[in-house]
């Protein structure tokens, strides 16, 4: 589904990402682990085109997107949830799931059934502001719109940072969910090794924006998955 090689990316002379090379297949969560700062973020960002790669190639169900502007990659079904959610705090919980709406077709703008089932705390505030809801509502809300653009491709940036551990569950559960249905590929970027873990069907750690260990979970080797992540 998704396949990107040997992108390069740039902020000014600062390079943050090396020749990254990697790949997401429906059924199966891509967890993309590593500390702060080493390019994590950016290169989901590159992905739906907040920032433009320099080098290399990023192609999606057989199409080469690497030029394609952030609503086209939106519209051909790749949906992100950005690191500190980023809700319209003014909007109600309702309008800002419709916000999901923007890149479906007319006939399709109807918030899933999945999203109230996934997360049923939403349904019950959805006439209250987005900024009134605690730090993890505004996080199942933020997963919520993303589903309602109906994604092929989900993109989350730390769903977990800051988050209580009970709603840490809920999430870990929608993305098991999700994974199940096995028409959507996931990349998870995250810093909870046991979160990644648990649901990661190929693990990634990056450092200095390289990838400098990558395995699927049947080979994992967990002392080299663990000196990658202290490097």
Do not use: W
Not at 35 to 61: C, D, H, T, Y
Not at 156 to 169: A, R
Not at 190 to 217: N, P, T
């Amino acid at each position: 589904m998704l396949e990107v090689s040997k992108i390069d990316l740039y902020y000014g002379a600062a390079q943050a990402l090396r020749g990254i090379s990697l790949k997401a297949e429906p059924g199966k969560v891509t967890c993309v682990l590593g500390r702060n700062g080493v390019g994590k973020s950016s290169l989901l960002r590159a992905l739906v085109g907040q920032r433009p790669v320099k080098n290399g190639s990023i192609m999606f169900e057989g199409k080469d997107i690497t030029k394609l502007p952030t609503v086209e990659r939106a519209r051909s079904g790749i949906a992100y949830v950005p690191q500190g959610r980023e809700i319209f705090p003014l909007l109600t919980v309702q309008e800002n799931l419709e916000t999901g709406f923007a890149p479906l077709a007319r006939a399709d703008r109807k918030v899933p059934d999945d999203v109230f089932t996934l997360f049923p705390v939403l349904k019950s505030m959805l006439g209250r502001r987005g900024g009134d809801l605690s730090g993890g509502q505004q996080q199942q809300l933020a997963i919520g719109r993303a589903l309602t653009m109906r994604p092929r491709l989900l993109l989350l940036d730390e769903p977990t940072e800051g988050i209580q551990p009970s709603i840490i569950k809920d999430i870990g559960r929608a993305i098991s969910y999700l994974r199940s249905l096995g028409d959507m590929a996931i990349i998870l970027v995250e810093q909870y090794l046991d979160f990644a873990q648990e649901l990661g069907d190929h693990l990634v750690v990056m450092d200095r924006g390289s990838i400098v260990y990558e395995s699927d979970k049947a080979g994992l080797d967990e002392g080299a998955l663990h000196r990658a992540m202290a490097i």
